[in-house]
Nanobody, 126 residues
C-alpha cells in the first residue's frame, strides 16, 4: 500500500491549501482514509477521516468549519481542503489508512491506522 501526500507549502495566515493523498496498492472499499498532523515537539493528532464507501466524515473539533475532507474514488485520492489557516496549523500532515472499518465507527486513534504516508509540510506564517 502506498499513500503519497502532496500540496503542502508555506502560506500566510488566513490563506487556504488543499492537500492530496494518492492511494494505491489495495481496494479501499471497506476502509477509511484519514489525515493526521504533527507539530514539532508534539504528538501526532487526528485531523479528519472519511469512509471510502459512502463518504461519511469525522473531524477533530478544532478543524470543524475550517477543514473539509473529501475523496475521489476514480482517482483513488483523498483531499484535505484547509481554509483560514493559522500559525498553529503548522505541522507535517500525514495521510493514513484504517483497514476494514465498515463494521465500526470512524476512528480518531492513530493506533487504529494501518498504513501511513511520508507526510507533507504545511507552514503558516503570521
Amino acid at each position: 500500500v502506498q499513500l503519497v501526500e502532496s500540496g503542502g507549502g508555506l502560506v500566510q495566515a488566513g490563506a487556504s491549501l488543499r492537500l492530496s493523498c494518492a492511494a494505491s496498492g489495495r481496494s479501499f472499499i471497506r476502509d477509511a482514509l484519514g489525515w493526521f498532523r504533527q507539530a514539532p515537539g508534539k504528538e501526532r493528532e487526528f485531523v479528519a477521516a472519511i469512509r471510502w464507501s459512502g463518504g461519511s466524515a469525522l473531524y477533530a473539533d478544532p478543524m470543524k468549519g475550517r477543514f473539509a475532507i473529501s475523496r475521489d474514488r476514480e482517482k483513488n485520492t483523498v483531499y484535505l481542503q484547509m481554509n483560514g489557516l493559522k500559525p498553529e496549523d503548522t505541522a507535517i500532515y500525514y495521510c493514513a489508512c484504517d483497514k476494514q472499518t465498515s463494521s465500526r465507527a470512524l476512528s480518531q486513534d492513530r493506533n487504529d491506522y494501518d498504513y501511513w504516508g511520508q507526510g507533507t509540510q504545511v507552514t503558516v506564517s503570521s
